[in-house]
């Protein structure tokens, strides 16, 4: 397992980015699947930089497990924020029109729906999101 920790700040995302696809690249991640994972990635790794931190800045930690003999990928986001489980939210009613529809939700929902499991956890002060991905 790789693990990586940057300021939680918008501007870091290329860097998440960057280094997620490096390890990714390591097991020869089909182009489809990495496109999946990258969009979950700048979703989960946005809202921590976005949320997270009330009354500032702090980090994120990302781990990247790989499992070449499935071949399959565990990806994991650790902060220190403020506690927050996305996957408590129900859904979003997606039959309604985009006007009729409440706001927010639909990123984390599109993670839940590209991701084969997706796993919230709050341990020792920190929120743990672990992503998991098959192909």
């Known amino acids: 397992m790789k693990e990586f920790e940057i300021e939680a700040i918008k501007e870091n995302l290329h860097t998440v980015l960057q280094f997620i696809n490096g390890q990714l690249a390591l097991i020869g991640c089909p182009m489809k699947i990495q496109t999946q994972i990258d969009i979950a990635a ?3 790794f946005i809202n921590i930089a976005s949320y ?4 500032g800045t702090g980090t994120a930690v990302v781990c990247v497990e790989l499992h ?3 071949p399959g990928v565990d990806i994991t ?3 220190r924020g403020v506690p927050y489980d996305p996957l408590a939210k129900a859904d979003p009613d ?4 985009a006007q009729d529809r409440q706001i927010g939700g639909l990123g984390i929902f599109m993670v839940k729906k590209s991701m084969d499991e997706v796993k ?3 341990l020792n002060g920190c929120n743990i999101l672990t992503l998991k991905k098959g192909w």
Request: proline share 5%.
């Open 42 to 44: 700048e979703e989960i």
């Open 52 to 55: 997270a931190y009330t009354d």
């Open 68 to 70: 070449p003999e499935l």
């Open 77 to 79: 986001f650790i902060d």
């Open 94 to 97: 997606i039959t309604l029109s």
């Open 120 to 122: 919230y956890d709050y």
